[in-house]
T-cell receptor, first 114, second 114 residues
Framework: IAGITQAPTSQILAAGRRMTLRCTQD?????MYWYRQDLGLGLRLIHY???????GKGEVPDGYSVSRANTDDFPLTLASAVPSQTSVYFC?????????????FGPGTRLTVL | AQSVSQHNHHVILSEAASLELGCNYS??????LFWYVQYPGQHLQLLLK??????LVKGIKGFEAEFIKSKFSFNLRKPSVQWSDTAEYFC????????????FGTGTRLKVLA
């Protein structure tokens, strides 16, 4: 069982380029999330999806878009990357229920925008 | 709006010292509370969680946390730290009504000196 996989592991990108970060889970969790982690700011929610076919905006959604065509995949797209999007991006999925609500995190993608 | 505050941004301890990391949240409704740990170069892993019942929660690796509702706090403790506890620790709150989004604190970087 892989859990959550993210690709690429790291990427250097020129400003203005389009980039899609991939996230796949094999746990059949309904909810999935994208966070960015920045020094001194912790984890901030970019977008989320409570179930396939639905998405919602998090705390810092500007410049990012997501789609959730099926349960397993939750790609994050930067339409036109800017240097302020340099960060480490974590995808997570969530199993819900009383006493069992837990988020599981992927290994992260380190993105540098020059 | 919900928020999570972690008061200590950096903590340095010697091995065998006792640890307490503060976490306060602002939300008046029912919450689920979590502590996650991120070891160097790794993704976030669940350390412990509180849903209901005994406010003293025991997690993995000898960690525990106490939920004090009147103080809106969920402090993390360990009686005797080890060098291998060097990591970043994140407190998180899950709003159990509405959007079911997790709110993370900014994290506390713990360094344990051998």
């Amino acid at each position: 069982i892989a859990g959550i996989t993210q690709a690429p592991t790291s990427q250097i990108l020129a400003a203005g380029r389009r980039m899609t970060l991939r996230c796949t889970q094999d746990m059949r969790h309904n909810a999935m999330y994208w966070y960015r982690q920045d020094l001194g700011l912790g984890l901030r929610l970019i977008h989320y999806s409570n179930t396939a076919g639905t998405t919602g905006k998090g705390e810092v959604p500007d410049g990012y878009s997501v789609s959730r065509a099926n349960t397993d995949d939750f790609p994050l797209t930067l339409a036109s990357a800017v240097p302020s999007q340099t960060s480490v991006y974590f995808c997570a999925s969530r199993v819900s229920g009383r006493a069992s609500d837990t988020q599981y995190f992927g290994p992260g993608t380190r993105l540098t925008v020059l | 709006a919900q928020s999570v505050s972690q008061h200590n941004h950096h903590v340095i301890l010697s091995e065998a010292a006792s640890l307490e990391l503060g976490c306060n949240y602002s939300y008046g409704g029912t919450v689920n509370l979590f502590w996650y740990v991120q070891y160097p170069g790794q993704h976030l892993q669940l350390l412990l969680k509180y849903f209901s019942g005994d406010p003293l929660v025991k997690g993995i690796k000898g960690f525990e946390a106490e939920f004090i509702k009147s103080k809106f706090s969920f402090n993390l403790r360990k009686p005797s730290v080890q060098w291998s506890d060097t990591a970043e620790y994140f407190c998180a709150v899950l709003n159990t009504s509405g959007t079911y989004k997790y709110i993370f604190g900014t994290g506390t970087r713990l360094k344990v000196l051998a």
